[in-house]
């Protein structure tokens, strides 16, 4: 990385903007930090937005804190989520580097065929779903999922299980990810991490060693903690409110307390929050998005407010506390949403729904398969279908009945089939007990769900799914937009380079190859 005095100078060199990385460690500011350099990342995802949502949002607002990110800073609009584009591997791109294939995360329900079940104690045939979101907390019940006082708030007994030396030992989320992560490499260089997520599951953002995390604050989404008894999802003004939690501890540690406000720890190096309230807004009301443009419904439109002015908020506290040069603000998305166009949704059937354009005429790949003797170990499905058989030895059968189907009635709207040669070469092979023995991704708009309350979901490749935000922002940075396609798994390098680290630390930046984003450093 080029020397550069000052604090952050933008200097194009061959068309690159550099980063102002060194620091003068003469000069030092009144809460003790040095002057020159970034000394912090922040980093936010705001789930579900594409960016056609920060487009619009920008034209209509040019005065909010997205314009004022965009205006000191560099635009990405041709960012890619991961694939698929679940929160867990969305949110583990910007941490490690890597994609599913490396880090071998694939969905927060997903299949492992070298684990036992939960409560098996190990005996019994291998094969375990390993499913880490809300069903792993103690009490749903508790805003914080319960459990006893000082505890990570994870019930063990709904772990899946492996043995170790012969001995029967859970496996938690931290310890379910292959690759190290940004927190642990921050953390082991003597800095300070938090984050905050939506469930306890997102422990797992602390890397293998589970040491990578100095502060985790997670609320638990789905716990019935919302007014009435409700679900914090029930209602876009509930996860507004639920939403605004994080944003408090987040303006805590900018003020360089713990998540609580009440002790004094200082600012993180790299902390942040993902903010739900959009993703709600697009998926579980009957409203979403009003044309296939993406204008945002009533409800819609209040969530992108709401997080624009917890950002501005951000802005402000860190300006308030003399941060804001030495901060680098990147905002994101774990993933985006699928269909914005409501006319094009297709869903199983169902006794209701809440938006009447919906076309209930979708069928379920598994009850293909099952009818045909294929038995399917788990199938994880929402705008894409990951599928695991019980049998390996049948992916041929199977892969010939989808393929049938598809050319026939295709009832399950199949796009396209992952399997074989080129499901290896981008998902990683299915022997090694990971990776899913076939994908199928569905015609975009089709939903593999019943439910009565989703007109949108993620996890899919298509480009409502995959096609979000990213800003990367800085006061010193002269605004660019860049329109080479670039991946979310870039952040990690980015993050690392940006604090003066080395980006090969991360073991899934070795095995890809992975590039900061570009624009930013000069090679």
């Known amino acids: 990385m080029k020397r550069l005095r000052g604090v952050l100078q933008t200097v194009f060199v ?194 293998p060693s589970g040491t990578g995390l100095d502060e985790l604050f997670t609320p638990e989404i789905n716990s019935s903690t919302a007014p009435g008894g409700a679900v914090w999802t029930d209602d876009p003004a509930f996860t507004r409110t639920y939403d605004g939690f994080k944003v408090a501890a987040v303006l805590n540690q900018i003020r360089g307390f713990d998540h609580t406000g009440t002790t004094h720890v200082g600012v993180p190096a790299i902390f942040g929050m993902n903010f739900q309230a959009v993703s709600v807004g697009q998926k579980v009301t009957a409203d979403g998005y009003l044309d296939a443009i993406g204008t945002p419904s009533p409800q819609l439109e209040l969530s992108l407010e709401f997080v624009d002015q917890s950002l501005m908020s951000m802005i402000d506290a860190l300006s308030h506390e003399h941060l804001l040069d030495r901060t680098v603000f990147i905002v994101g998305a774990k993933h985006g949403q699928s269909p914005i166009d409501v006319h094009t949704l297709h869903m199983m059937p169902s006794a209701s729904h809440p938006n009447p354009r919906a076309i209930l005429d979708v069928a379920d790949p598994i009850n293909l398969l099952t009818a045909a003797g294929v038995s399917v170990a788990q199938e994880t499905s929402d705008d894409i279908a990951l599928l695991w058989l019980v049998d390996q030895q049948q992916v041929e059968q199977a892969v010939n009945i989808l393929e049938q189907e598809q050319a026939g009635l295709n009832r399950p709207r199949i796009q396209t089939i992952y399997s074989g040669a080129t499901l290896r070469r981008l998902f990683g092979d299915p022997s090694n007990g990971r990776t899913p023995d076939i994908i199928v991704q569905p015609i975009p708009g089709t939903i593999y769900s019943g439910s009565a309350k989703k007109i949108a979901e993620h996890g899919g490749f298509a480009e409502n799914d995959r096609h979000v935000l990213l800003v990367v922002s800085n006061p010193s940075l002269e605004p660019r937009t860049i329109a080479t396609p670039v991946a979310n798994k870039q952040v990690a390098p980015t993050i690392l380079r940006a604090l003066g680290l080395d980006p090969d630390d991360l073991q899934a930046v070795r095995s890809e190859g992975t590039r900061a984003l570009p624009g930013l450093v000069e090679e």
Not at 34 to 40: A, K, T, V
Not at 45 to 74: K, T, Y
Request: charged content about 20%; glycine content about 12%.
């Open 14 to 207: 061959v068309g690159a903007i550099m980063f102002a990385l060194q620091t003068r460690p003469d000069a030092a500011s009144a809460n003790g930090e040095e002057e020159d350099g970034i000394r912090h990342v922040l980093l936010i995802s705001v789930d579900g937005m594409h960016q056609v949502d920060l487009e619009r949002f920008i034209a209509g607002h040019p005065s909010s804190a997205f314009a004022w990110l965009v205006h000191h800073g560099v635009e990405y609009t041709r960012a890619s989520t991961s694939a698929p584009s679940d929160s867990f591997p969305g949110l583990l791109a910007f941490m490690t580097g890597g994609s599913p294939r490396t880090h071998g995360v694939f969905y927060d329900d997903a299949y492992d065929r070298n684990l036992f079940p939960p409560g098996s104690n190990c005996m019994g045939p291998l094969g375990s779903e390993t499913q880490y979101a809300e069903n792993i907390d103690y009490d749903l019940t508790r805003l914080d999922g319960g459990g006893p006082p000082g505890s990570n708030h994870i019930d063990p007994t709904t772990l899946p299980q492996r043995l170790v030396g012969g001995v029967c030992t859970v496996v938690y989320p931290h310890q379910y990810i292959r690759v190290n992560t940004i927190m642990e490499v921050i953390h082991n260089s003597g800095r300070r991490t938090a984050w905050c997520d939506k469930h306890p599951a997102y422990e797992i953002v602390g890397g």
